[in-house]
């Protein structure tokens, strides 16, 4: 009962919109389990759209309101703040519980819903398999819906809408990837994002508590992680990706050559 209250408070006062410029159609949309997800696994690249001249945004999908340090408040105030150095034009949470993400109608409208409302060209996704069980029914719940924002006859109050692609990055565990995208240019620009979730990555008097993600080898691991896929690409830093459909190509030379 207190989430459909809380649901309807911030509906009626906007709140789950942490970044919001005026955009028609947004070219990427990239979904997230927890604020963080998305600077940590695909920051980069969505920086480098922003700066090609693309509308970007971000959804996260739980106000992380079960990480060990920090509160929903100190998490929203750094999702802000890492969206605005991302450059997105929106940032908005869709208030799901934290360690609940669920595939049931209702998550399953939202998220249509939002995709409609927002006409992607290309979404941005979980990898299916993930150490944590919520980036794993993210992956799930926005690949449907992606599907389900397409079908006529189900009705939201945005109209019909399917992305054209969803693709697909990693986070805790990564397999081999279809395509790197280079992100030597926007690397440290997407790191500064990662570390404005203080409480998160970085270790203070307030916050002394050790856990799995503010000890210094966990922000050494995605500089590490970007320096082997950039390796892999013959470039300094990379983020990678896997797609799900074959991709189609007009000329192999574009890509190859
Ligand atoms: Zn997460």
Redesign the pocket.
């Given at each position: 009962m207190r989430r459909i209250y809380l649901t309807i408070f911030y509906y009626f006062t906007n709140l789950p919109y942490l970044i919001k410029k005026q955009v028609n159609n947004l070219d990427i949309l990239a979904f997230?389990?927890?604020p963080?997800?998305v600077e940590l696994s695909c920051g980069g690249t969505l920086l480098k759209l922003a700066e090609q001249g693309y509308s970007t945004a971000i959804i996260d999908l739980t106000r992380?309101e079960l990480s060990t340090q920090g509160n929903p408040e100190q998490r929203r105030q750094e999702a802000e703040t890492a969206g605005r150095i991302l450059k997105v034009a929106l940032r908005e949470n869709l208030m799901f519980p934290d360690g609940g993400i669920v595939n049931n109608e209702e998550n399953r409208l939202r998220v249509i819903e939002t995709i409609r409302k927002h006409k992607p060209q290309i979404v941005l996704a979980p990898f299916n398999q993930d150490r944590?069980p919520?980036?794993e029914h993210t992956s799930q719940l926005v690949r449907e819906c992606c599907f389900y924002a397409g079908l006529e006859k189900i009705q939201t109050r945005s109209e019909p809408h399917r992305p054209h692609t969803v693709l697909y990055y990693f986070?805790h565990w990564v397999e081999q990837p279809v395509f790197i995208v280079d992100i030597s240019d926007t690397f440290e620009t997407k790191m500064e994002a990662v570390r404005a979730y203080k409480s998160q990555f970085i270790r203070t008097e307030k916050n002394t508590k050790e856990t799995f993600i503010n000890r210094p080898e966990f922000l050494q691991s995605i500089k590490n992680r970007a320096e082997y896929f950039g390796y892999q690409a013959g470039v300094r830093y990379g983020e990678a990706f896997r797609v799900r459909l074959p991709i189609k190509l007009d000329n192999l030379m574009d890509i190859f050559a």
């Open positions: 997230g389990a927890h963080d997800d992380a944590h919520d980036h986070q």
